[in-house]
């Protein structure tokens, strides 16, 4: 499996800009799928948004669309997560995830990563 190491975190007013970053350990093949997850304090862990290694096919969750832009680059093997507008209900612990995947499953968001990272702190405060 691959080593995930997320970074970019913090603490930003409502309306502000985060960068979140997710360096891969090692080159994640054309057939990777990879993304971002997040969890509230006594919430369940949802998905964010992927992207298919590939082809740069990106997925994103209703409640980010629009605000949230997810890229990769592939000479730094690392994933981006940009986020704008970021809002109160946006605070969680993110998390960085991987997997070999097909094409359809990382287009859907419906997938099940085993690489996982050890997260990133995101609070926004009103």
């Known amino acids: 499996q691959v080593q995930l190491v997320e970074s970019g975190g913090g603490s930003v007013q409502a309306g502000g800009s985060l960068r979140l970053s997710c360096a891969a350990s090692?080159?994640?093949?054309?057939?990777?799928?990879m993304g971002w997850f997040r969890q509230a304090p006594g919430k369940e862990r949802e998905g964010v948004a992927t992207?298919?290694?590939?082809?740069?096919?990106?997925h994103y969750a209703d409640y980010v669309k629009g605000r949230f832009t997810i890229s990769q680059n592939n000479a730094k093997n690392t994933v981006y997560l940009q986020m704008n507008s970021l809002q109160p209900e946006d605070t969680a612990m993110y998390y960085c995830a991987a997997q070999v995947t097909t094409p359809y499953v990382c287009y859907s968001g419906s997938w099940s990563p085993l690489s996982w990272g050890q997260g990133t702190q995101v609070t926004v405060s009103s």
């Open positions: 090692r080159y994640t093949y054309y057939n990777y799928c």
């Open positions: 992207i298919y290694i590939n082809d740069g096919t990106t």
